[in-house]
């Protein structure tokens, strides 16, 4: 019986730490929930931190998706605070 080899090498192409936050932020500004500019991105490395107001729960989690979505994002701490009108 013939050995097999299951490994699989995911490659994937450097993204630098401001690049990462840039797209970030312009996906932001396309989306119109999250378009109003209350929302600061910053990345370490693959490490992305979101911080700042947003009105609702659903707008937080959609933020923090976004942010999980970039490519080279490895982990995402989420600061951003929902008000309540």
Known sequence: MAKTDDRITVNQSPVSAG???ARIDRVFVRHAKLSDGTIDVT???GHVTLWG???TWDEYEMAEE???MSPG???VTN???V???
């Open 19 to 21: 690049d990462i936050a």
């Open 83 to 85: 008000l309540f009108p």
């Open 43 to 45: 990345a370490v490395g």
């Open 73 to 75: 994002v490895t982990s």
């Open 66 to 68: 976004i942010a999980w």
């Open 79 to 81: 600061e951003i605070a």
């Open 53 to 55: 107001t947003v009105a």
